[in-house]
């Protein structure tokens, strides 16, 4: 697992990251990305058998669609929070 051994997720970073980084092609809140690029965060929360494991991987990984912004496990476990606490 990726996430950083005795520090807990801050989902409220995750959040300020999703705004700064992903706002333009994901629909992060309320807000309606200029380009719908891409899914939903809300979406992609709800995605079946989605843990926050799979996604912090996922977020490390390179991945020619998405910009490609330097992110630590923290900043990785901290935004997989974020997006999954908008499907509860």
């Given at each position: 697992m990726a996430t950083v051994p005795g520090r807990a997720e801050n989902t409220d970073h995750g959040r300020q990251l999703a705004e700064r980084w992903c706002a333009a092609c994901h629909v992060v809140g309320t807000e309606t990305p200029k380009f719908r690029?891409?899914?939903?965060?809300?979406?992609?929360?709800?995605?079946?058998?989605?843990?926050?494991?799979?996604?912090?991987?996922?977020?490390?990984?390179?991945?020619?669609?998405?910009?490609?912004?330097?992110?630590?496990?923290?900043?990785?476990?901290?935004?997989?929070?974020?997006?999954?606490?908008?499907?509860?």
């Open positions: 690029r891409a899914r939903p965060f809300v979406a992609i929360a709800t995605k079946p058998g989605l843990t926050k494991e799979t996604l912090v991987q996922f977020l490390l990984l390179p991945h020619a669609t998405m910009a490609n912004n330097p992110l630590t496990a923290a900043d990785a476990a901290d935004l997989a929070s974020y997006i999954l606490s908008l499907g509860q």
